[in-house]
């Protein structure tokens, strides 16, 4: 079984950067891909990034390429996004994922653990 816990969430102005952090545990992750994703109230889950397990291929999604950066160091069991030039319409609650393969991939069906999620929330 495989725990995911994500941190590094809060309050900042737009314009401004966060860098969220995704632990691992329970099980060895540097096989698999993973991903993020986040989800603003009323909306359905919406996919962000995703990184290869070698961490040599990445996926972004359109509303977030040159400002958001995936990565991981599977040495510590962590996979990061750090978000920069953050807008109001970035704020939601942000989920980290394994996915059950070693590519990246978009498809949250694709994605078999989840952690709990951390706020982010971009005032204008």
């Known amino acids: 079984q495989v725990q995911l816990v994500e941190s590094g969430g809060g309050l900042v102005q737009a314009g401004g950067s966060l860098r969220l952090s995704c632990a691992a545990s329970?099980?060895?992750?540097?096989?698999?891909?993973m991903g993020w994703f986040r989800q603003a109230p009323g909306k359905e889950r919406e996919f962000i990034a995703s990184i290869s397990w070698s961490g040599g291929s990445t996926a972004y999604a359109d509303s977030v390429k040159g400002r958001f950066t995936i990565s991981r160091d599977n040495a510590k069991n962590t996979v990061y996004l750090q978000m920069n030039s953050l807008k109001p319409e970035d704020t939601a609650v942000y989920y980290c994922?394994?996915?059950?393969?070693?590519?990246?991939?978009?498809?949250?069906?694709?994605?078999?653990?989840w952690g709990q999620g951390t706020q982010v929330t971009v005032s204008s």
């Open positions: 994922a394994r996915r059950n393969t070693v590519l990246a991939g978009r498809e949250p069906e694709q994605y078999d653990y």
């Open positions: 329970g099980r060895t992750f540097s096989r698999y891909a």
